[in-house]
């Protein structure tokens, strides 16, 4: 009896041995983490048929047929496949990857999702990383992120812009091997002309982060004025805003937030203007005896929930630091990482955190040279909201990669040879 129940138990131990051994293990997750030594190529060929479902179910846009989302899926796919091979080698040299950083992580800081984040840091960001996660080895990543900038600014807008920032990066790339590297430790912070054009640069970055935003029914708290020599404020005038620099201040404080500052030099001298916030930017003067007093005034109230919620948001955010630290190698990707970050910072209300990323840009290009870039692309993303917010900040963003390429052969920052210290005009 006791053998015929010992012969049993090994023949169901033998069966279990058995299933245990045959068993074929679930698939693997995939592997996020970025390792510099990725097959770009070999990466983007495994983004086959099996994925095309999950990357059409990733479109944002409703209201697409099937073939024009099969369409897209082979546009990212024939895209990917160009920036890794323009690409590869130039920016896989620069990948320094600082802890366990994640291919979802470089996805997330793009903001696509981040329903308080503006249109414009959206597309700025799209645009720096897409080239990013297609040399990190990201490719399901990559193709995610450029479905989702099809949405934004349309296939061919979107190839027209990537190639443009491919062109930023080479052209960056051969200046960087030939000059010492920037770092914020190089900004002579206590310089204080610097000090006040980076207000400058501020007060642009703060206005993109709203273009396209009505801001009538939105309620300010206004604490003061800072000049800024050297400048001027574009924008539309204020009826009755002319005259002495008391009487320009007047009247500009008595629209409070809805006045974005007086400027001089473009009437007699002695004579200052008041000008609307909305649409206004400031851009450096010829004339260093023009000046602009930019009225400081921040929101506290509106009539849609992006204010009320972000003044409770945490801006200490460690998993973007982790992707900035990834970003901050790469010349041409690091100054528009460093812009979008800042505008879009200042759309969540994380003033100082905007603040530095300005900084780090300014480091880059130099602060007239950054102020030209944010108060044109500020100008021309308002100028062209008459044909829709979309259309206004795809204008702002060509104009500001257009900026970018006329100015790579007039930098303003200086490189001193014999000491290597930069400075800046």
């Given at each position: 009896m006791m053998s015929s129940k010992l012969k049993w138990l090994i023949v169901i131990q033998l069966l279990l041995n058995e299933q245990a051994l045959c068993r074929v293990p679930p698939p693997l997750a995939q592997k996020s983490t970025v390792l510099p030594g990725s097959d770009t190529h070999k990466a983007v060929e495994e983004v086959s048929k099996q994925n095309l479902d999950s990357l059409l179910g990733s479109q944002v846009q409703s209201g697409i047929s099937p073939e024009e989302k099969s369409e897209r899926i082979r546009s990212a796919h024939r895209m990917t496949s160009v920036l890794g091979a323009k690409l590869q080698e130039q920016i896989q040299a620069h990948l320094h990857i600082q802890g366990n950083i994640s291919c979802e992580e470089l996805l997330l800081a793009s903001a696509v999702d981040d329903s308080l984040s503006s249109m414009f840091p959206q597309e700025l960001l799209g645009l720096s990383l897409v080239p990013v996660l297609v040399v990190a080895g990201c490719p399901k990543e990559a193709h995610t992120l450029l479905l989702k900038l099809y949405d934004l600014l349309g296939v061919a807008d979107t190839e027209e812009l990537l190639m443009e920032v491919e062109g930023l990066i080479?052209?960056?790339?051969?200046?960087?091997?030939?000059?010492?590297?920037?770092?914020?430790?190089?900004?002579?912070?206590?310089?204080?002309?610097?000090?006040?054009?980076?207000?400058?640069?501020?007060?642009?970055?703060?206005?993109?982060?709203?273009?396209?935003?009505?801001?009538?029914?939105?309620?300010?708290?206004?604490?003061?004025?800072?000049?800024?020599?050297g400048t001027m404020l574009i924008g539309n005038t204020v009826e009755g805003g002319t005259g002495g620099l008391e009487d320009a201040v007047s009247s500009c404080e008595r629209l409070g937030f809805l006045c974005a500052g007086v400027t001089s030099g473009r009437h007699t001298s002695g004579m200052y203007q008041a000008v609307w916030k909305k649409g206004s930017h400031i851009l450096p003067s010829e004339s260093t005896e023009s000046e602009t007093w930019i009225h400081q005034c921040s929101?506290?109230?509106?009539?849609?929930?992006?204010?009320?919620?972000?003044?409770?948001?945490?801006?200490?955010?460690?998993?973007?630091?982790?992707?900035?630290?990834?970003?901050?190698?790469?010349?041409?990707?690091?100054?528009?990482?460093?812009?979008?970050?800042?505008?879009?910072?200042?759309?969540?209300?994380?003033?100082?955190?905007?603040?530095?990323?300005?900084?780090?840009?300014?480091?880059?290009?130099?602060?007239?040279?950054?102020?030209v870039a944010t108060g044109g692309t500020a100008g021309v993303a308002g100028y062209a909201l008459g044909a829709g917010v979309k259309t206004g900040v795809k204008a702002g963003v060509k104009y500001l990669l257009n900026s970018m390429k006329e100015e790579d052969d007039m930098l303003v920052n200086q490189f001193s040879s014999e000491e290597g210290i930069i400075t800046i005009d």
């Open positions: 080479e052209r960056r790339m051969s200046k960087s091997a030939a000059a010492p590297t920037p770092t914020s430790a190089s900004l002579p912070s206590g310089r204080d002309q610097t000090q006040r054009h980076i207000k400058a640069v501020m007060f642009n970055i703060e206005q993109l982060a709203f273009v396209g935003e009505d801001n009538t029914n939105q309620e300010g708290h206004c604490e003061g004025w800072s000049r800024v020599n929101a506290t109230a509106a009539t849609g929930h992006r204010w009320k919620r972000s003044t409770q948001r945490n801006c200490i955010n460690k998993s973007e630091q982790r992707v900035y630290s990834v970003m901050e190698w790469i010349p041409g990707v690091s100054t528009l990482y460093n812009l979008g970050t800042a505008v879009y910072y200042a759309s969540v209300n994380c003033s100082e955190t905007a603040k530095e990323r300005a900084i780090l840009s300014a480091v880059d290009l130099g602060t007239d040279a950054l102020m």
